[in-house]
């Protein structure tokens, strides 16, 4: 087992937590924070405060729209879902967001939370006060940048699903690009469980939940993939990537 | 697991201990009043919000009887005034529309099983409503694979009303047999003849029901050699595509209709077994394939064909292959098995009916499945229906090693492994032909519920001969 099977994690996956002066295996920004010369001692001498958050449960709220924005947090075991409601009171999904991810980076441009954050599973955070970041980020280009950085790819992957692509080509882009951020974090990228609802998948490629079921069905039945509850195996990967590239771009 | 073999009479008695017969695992007594109505609407929602939702299987329990059989341990309600059916069915139709509002109407139903009690004290008219109601509710698979089955009572259904049946979709029937043998239905209370039995059967067939199981009991009182033999004969020349051939648990303190029964003229143990033999012994000789527990089939019938395949599946209604679906019992008594999680309603008509009356779903104790109960329910269905433990297979499904995680089940195995009933290989636990008839013996290795010895002590389950 050297891969897990993500939400399964392992020691070399949450392996070290941190403490006073050293960041998280896990962290979103001890890279970029570090390769400035900032260790977790120089970011509390400037009181930009960095706490562990969690657990949350599923269903347990990070955020809600129009809460007071103070603070970003980088995810660091679990999934956290976003969202919208529109005025008729439907709800409209963001993103999902995954270990070594971070969510709030949409509320960077005003005061308040411009949506709804919600724990799907079991779900551990870090919290980074803002606008402290901010001005350290300021200070700091290579944090900077680690932060636009993060700001573009969360902007770019909404922006993924906005073409006129069939319901086929967008399951596959979901599925693979799930994979791919799974990976990322040393997941297993072929075997994880979609810890999202089938409701949500859909809402977010904006088909409908038959349409979910019935596409998956099918990748099934031609052996690009094998579905076992909630877990998913990739089985004939490079057809899920042949139909997902145009709209990955990759 | 085709042929059941030759055993040891010595074997076989040492083995015969109370134990569970794992329609479920955690078996029933685990449920507990903890899980409620919430809980229930919780795992519905979670069930629906897999990627591709499992299918739907409907158990409805019909609780009359028109008469007791002593041997019964089923929850039952007796009654000649067929009217009680009425008040019945108007709650069973608010508990279907309850019911059905929880699951996503693309879920299809693959199977629908009628059980009781007796289901055929309904009239095929009534019977023919409640399915209608179902169907309304629910999305009916139009698959040749989906079912409707009903266990009947041959000594109160004609021909025609299985001409009718097969009308309303059914197409699986389950009789109840037990023996022909006049001195045992009597001293049963259940008077039946061959004649009208093979009537029944015959109609099934002609309205072609796609099979007819027929259930017999061994170790009933009066029970013998000569009588029995003459039953198996019977039932085996009208060549019904499965029987069942059930041991009789003898447990008058748990069951109030048993204690009609004269303990000495139950079978002694050694003719017990006797009777047990004879049966396998001449099903397998007319052709009956062992499935497993008590189960025999033709090997052209969907459940030998699914064992071949791998895809034999055990639940509540006995063996099945429907695998992967989630099962919604509707009526007294009756116990779901959605997502992971277990829950039954109450085993009384008056809990039932005021739960159903005050609009809340009439579910009274049930569990979650933990991760470890979830693997240990795959490890002991994988084991009663393919007759071994797939142990790669679990290792990569639960992320598990299993030599260390089953260590102490691999320790309480090794007797049994001596006794010649099962094969401890590396990689591979196989059930041998003797440790077939002893299924629940070996099953038992691997229930972290029954670890205190304790437990297994308590007479709520039947022995395991």
Partial sequence: ?250 | MTHASVIDPELLRRYDTPGPRYTSYPTAPQFSSAFGETQLREAAVNSNGDPIPRRLSIYVHVPFCLSPCFYCGCNRIITRDTSRSESYLARLYREIDLTAALFDRDREVIQLHFGGGTPNFLTPAQLREVVDCLRRQFHFSESDGRDISIELDPRFISPADIAELAAIGFNRASLGVQDFDPAVQEAVNRIQSVEQTLAVIDACRSNGFRSVNVDLIYGLPKQNPAGFAKTLDTVIEARPDRIAVYSYAHLPELFKAQRQIEASDLPSPEAKLALLQLAIQKLSDAGYEYIGMDHFALPDDDLAQAQARGGLHRNFMGYTTHSDSDLIGLGVSAISHIGDSFSQNPRDLPSWQIAIDEGRLPVFRGMHLSEDDQLRADLIQQLMCQGEVPIAALERRYDIRFNDYFADSIERLKPLESDGLVRIEPGRITVTSQGRLLLRNIAMCFDRYLENPAATIAPRFSRAI
Avoid at chain 1, 128 to 149: C, D, E, I, N, Y
Avoid at chain 1, 199 to 210: F, H, Q
Wanted: aromatic share 8%; charged share 25%.
């Fill in chain 1, 1 to 250: 087992m050297n891969q897990p099977a993500f939400p399964r994690a392992d020691g070399h996956i949450i392996a070290d937590d941190g403490d006073q002066l050293h960041f998280c295996s896990t962290c979103a920004f001890s890279q970029a924070c570090l390769s400035e010369g900032m260790d977790k001692r120089a970011l509390n001498d400037l009181h930009v405060l960095v706490e562990h958050v969690g657990p949350l449960h599923a269903g347990d709220h990070v955020f809600r729209e129009g809460d007071r924005f103070e603070a970003i947090a980088a995810v660091r075991a679990g999934t956290v879902k976003t969202y919208v409601i529109d005025p008729d009171g439907r709800e409209h999904v963001l993103g999902f967001h995954l270990p070594g991810e971070v969510i709030g980076l949409s509320a960077i441009d005003g005061e308040h939370y411009p949506c709804n954050a919600v724990a799907l599973d079991t779900v551990m955070l870090c919290r980074f006060s803002f606008p402290k970041m901010a001005v350290l980020a300021a200070k700091l280009p290579g944090l900077q940048k680690h932060l636009f950085r993060l700001l573009s790819r969360d902007i770019g992957r909404a922006a993924l699903l906005a073409g006129d692509w069939s319901a086929d080509r967008r399951m596959a882009a979901f599925l693979i690009a799930f994979s791919q951020r799974l990976a990322a974090r040393g997941f297993s990228p072929n075997r994880f469980q979609l810890t999202m609802a089938r409701t949500d998948i859909a809402n977010y490629l904006r088909l409908a939940p038959e349409t979910v079921s019935r596409v998956l069905r099918r990748f099934q039945q031609d052996g690009f993939l094998v579905v076992d509850r909630r877990e998913v195996e990739l089985v004939g990967r490079e057809h899920l990537e042949e139909l997902a590239g145009p709209v990955l771009r990759q």
